[in-house]
Antibody
Framework: EVQLVESGGGLVQAGGFLRLSCAASGFTFGSFWMSWVRHVPGKGLEWVANINEDGTANYFVDSVKGRFTISRDNAKNSLYLHLHSLRVEDTALYYC???????????????WGQGTLVSVSS | DIVMTQSPDSLAVSLGDRATINCKSSQTVLYSSNKKNYLAWYQQKPGQPPKLLISWASTRESGVPDRFSGSGSGTDFTLTISNLQAEDVAIYFCQHYYTVPYAFGQGTKLEI
């Protein structure tokens, strides 16, 4: 059974930093692109970032470029999101999500974690 | 960037009836070389993450009841839920995965 468990969220002041982690199990982690998706309170879902199977390629939504970085450790079956220079508008529930196609990022998200909450105060 | 727009924002349907949710993309999500529509539908219930229902516009995921069906191509898509059950109360999102940045519709809240 695929499991994704996020951690690392919390309350931080604007300008601060957080590192989110996602522990994956139940599938061959190193064979799939992975993503972070956030759900802003009262708004909808927003894709944040993708990383390829070996961590050598990544993509970000424009609003976080230059502030967030994504990484993975395939030996530990773990995905990370480093959130720098946080803004109030980054407040959201952050989900770790598995992209469904093996070695291909153009697939839907077939498994999601429960999310970790990031709250940024002004 | 491709923008996804759903309609309606909310929908009230009676048990046993049919619900229809529409999703429109600002550009085509049909890839000409393989004739596939890069469009998914998700269901999200309170306190839960989204659940993938349909991929490639019309392919139901394993375990999803056949009362859920997806249709459409290019820029216009529909999620139809037939014989509505109480457990179908949720927010439904469409999403394109044609290219990054992926985008979601704003969601449609389905109520009984």
């Amino acid at each position: 059974e695929v499991q994704l468990v996020e951690s690392g969220g919390g309350l931080v002041q604007a300008g601060g930093f957080l590192r989110l982690s996602c522990a994956a199990s139940g599938f061959t982690f190193g064979s799939f692109w992975m993503s972070w998706v956030r759900h802003v309170p009262g708004k909808g879902l927003e894709w944040v970032a993708n990383i390829n199977e070996d961590g050598t390629a990544n993509y970000f939504v424009d609003s976080v470029k230059g502030r967030f970085t994504i990484s993975r450790d395939n030996a530990k079956n773990s995905l990370y999101l480093h959130l720098h220079s946080l803004r109030v508008e980054d407040t959201a529930l952050y989900y770790c999500a598995k992209i469904g196609g093996q070695n291909d990022m153009n697939y839907p998200f077939d498994h999601w974690g429960q999310g970790t909450l990031v709250s940024v105060s002004s | 960037d491709i923008v996804m727009t759903q309609s309606p924002d909310s929908l009230a349907v009676s048990l046993g009836d049919r619900a229809t949710i529409n999703c429109k993309s600002s550009q085509t999500v049909l890839y000409s070389s393989n004739k596939k529509n890069y469009l998914a539908w998700y269901q999200q219930k309170p306190g839960q993450p989204p659940k993938l229902l349909i991929s490639w516009a019309s392919t139901r995921e394993s375990g999803v009841p056949d009362r859920f069906s997806g249709s459409g191509s290019g820029t216009d898509f529909t999620l139809t839920i037939s014989n509505l059950q109480a457990e179908d109360v949720a927010i439904y999102f469409c999403q394109h995965y044609y290219t990054v940045p992926y985008a979601f519709g704003q969601g449609t809240k389905l109520e009984i």
